[in-house]
């Protein structure tokens, strides 16, 4: 994988740049929508590259209990399994294995875990973790760590990214050498001196990228940016920061001009799956009685396949009937709605005008925050 | 609405033909995929125009019912609030009254039933049957019948019958002129002469096209294809010929060679939805543990998206994970299937092949009722 710098915006920190996978080209910043098992949820491959998708997330721990990683592999890998030509980064499991598995336990090894689907017992340890997503195949790869909750303690979080340190170490053992791109995660809570440490730790050891975790787990947003701004000057310009999890349209707004280059979040998916329908004048959600009549697109700025076809009223109808469609063309419209948001944001920053058109996004946010009663 | 005759196979009396309709035309024999309620379940008006669909079928009752026809009006029409461009046939609502209504009462008047959805008790005449299908602006409607269940007593049958003319007349009456078309209805179950008296009394009221209902409803299917070869020959050759909720692909050849030009069924979606798909060597039910790490398309000589781009060990996968992306992959296979077969047909009566592609389907489908022991 490389990685080009092609402009920095002075008056932000927003970087513009280009990822080259052996899957083609990614222009960042980049949002990757969520394809857990192996699908993003309710759409085809075809319609990701129809909109214009390069580089899709897959979640390690949902793919490595189900099918199993190793029948992936057997079948030709995962970009041949779900018939997609993009790039994929897989996580490493270790954030579902927190918040989805039970009876977890953390020890040094790695995280013992009961299997959500069927209670069977597993542990995950570094070297499993890279060695499942070396059997998927995918193009960009994360190191096991821990997520530490929101809120610590100190010590906590401290015990905990000396952990994560560890495991970064023997994840970068596992896989020395570059194919595919192995990133660190930058781990420390809202403590800025640990984030610090895990940021000089982490590049002693060596990485192909750098994410920051362990945000957007119920800290005040105004932490959030800050401790975003505080970590990207610590990183290496020549390598793309990835900020994990986030997140809302505001979110990535303001975390482009603090220096981040990749997001994922199941936003768009699951909020389409659930009415909740982004739109450039904020979320509506579709279920609300007041769209039972109501001729007009989702979004009239919009022009996606579901808005130019599609009223709100009909939406309506296929969400309160359970329609599959219903699910489809929310879904659609939303993937659109941050696939465009990002191509916007790389037009602004090549323009160098990123903070006019922050203030200009932020001003219909307002509105949207007033409009959506329902979401 | 115009049909035209095309051909006869004088070796089977299969019809080749096309209708017109002020949305187009429909070449015949046809196949008309389900539209429940406005949408073919799963499938986007797209993929069904990209399938080679003409004509679709809505149902009054659930429409009816949700979002309500005076909404569908009130927005333009079903053809708009759907957003499709093609033909639409919509039944009367009877059918699913009898099969999915709750405490119906069939009375001269009409019939009185409690909604499946909330209870609420309604009224359906054969006038507000019309009404509510002039609402919807469907391209071909059908006059309120009773669909006598199987079997039923020859008394029963009797009586039933003379109702559903009773209604036919009030139908015509309701409805006297030709746009949209109406259809009548022969009923008169499994009873050649009730048939027949069926068959002329309808001509002398005089519609647009003539339908086969009251079959696929428990009897053998050597009693569906006696009775409709018995009836066909009594309807006029130059009006198009409905043979309604049928039905399996044996069944769309063994009644085109009978004289049918149109079928409805909901197998190809629902099937899809159930794991159940149709292939050139028989049924296959993708749940199967057979499945679980084989590389192959569905069907081997299918072109449709999903045979082009996805193993069975991926739908399998997608199925037993309950990714919607499952449900619209099979949908889309089996109703390609469908259209793929119906073309196959109508090839094959204008080549004089009709018979020896009979023997060769049928042949097929002996080897598959043997695989098909999962479905």
Chains 1, 2 share one sequence.
């Not at 918040?99 to 597993?122: C, P």
């Not at 920061?241 to 768009?268: A, I």
């Not at 903070?355 to 996004?361: E, G, K, L, S």
């Amino acid at each position: 994988m490389t990685f080009e710098l092609l402009k920095i915006d002075t008056a932000t920190g927003a970087r513009r740049g280009r990822l080259t996978t052996p899957h083609g080209t990614v222009e960042t910043p980049v949002f990757m929508p969520c394809g857990t098992g192996g699908t993003v949820k309710a759409l085809t491959p075809h319609e990701l590259e129809i909109e214009g998708v390069q580089l899709a997330l897959c979640n390690t721990y949902h793919l490595y209990l189900r099918p199993g990683h190793r029948l992936i592999e057997k079948l030709g890998g995962l970009h041949r399994f779900m018939a997609w030509s993009g790039s994929i980064l897989t996580d490493s499991g270790g954030f579902q294995v927190y918040s989805l598995a039970q009876l977890r336990r953390i020890s040094d090894e790695g995280v013992s875990f009961r299997s959500h689907l069927d209670g069977s017992l597993h542990v995950l340890s570094p070297e499993l973790a890279i060695q499942i997503q070396q059997s998927l195949g995918a193009d960009i790869i994360m190191p096991l760590d821990e997520c530490a909750p929101y809120p610590s303690t100190i010590d906590y979080l401290q015990r905990s990214l000396e952990l994560t340190l560890q495991w970064a170490e023997r994840s970068r053992a596992a896989h020395p050498n570059g194919q595919p791109a192995l990133f660190g995660i930058v781990q420390g809570g809202t403590d800025k001196a640990l984030r610090e440490q895990a940021a000089t730790a982490l590049q002693q050891i060596g990485f192909d990228g750098y994410a920051l975790g362990g945000l957007a787990v119920g800290e005040p947003k105004a932490v959030m940016y800050e401790t975003v701004a505080h970590v990207t000057p610590l990183l290496p310009a020549d390598r793309p920061r990835y900020l994990m999890g986030v997140g809302t349209p505001e979110d990535l707004v303001e975390n482009v001009m603090r220096g981040v280059d990749m997001f994922d979040c199941v936003m768009p998916t699951r909020h389409g799956r659930t009415g909740s329908l982004f739109t450039s004048l904020g979320r509506i959600n579709i279920k609300g009685a007041v769209y039972a009549s109501d001729e007009r697109p989702p979004d009239l700025d919009c022009d996606c396949y579901t808005c130019r076809h599609f009223s709100r009223a009909y939406l309506r109808h296929l969400f309160m009937a359970g329609e599959i469609l219903g699910l489809r063309l929310n879904t659609l419209h939303n993937l659109h709605f941050y696939v465009t948001l990002m191509r916007q944001i790389r037009q602004a920053i090549e323009d160098g005008s990123l903070a006019a058109f922050r203030t200009r996004f932020l001003e219909k946010t307002k509105t949207s925050n007033h409009n959506d009663t329902a979401a």
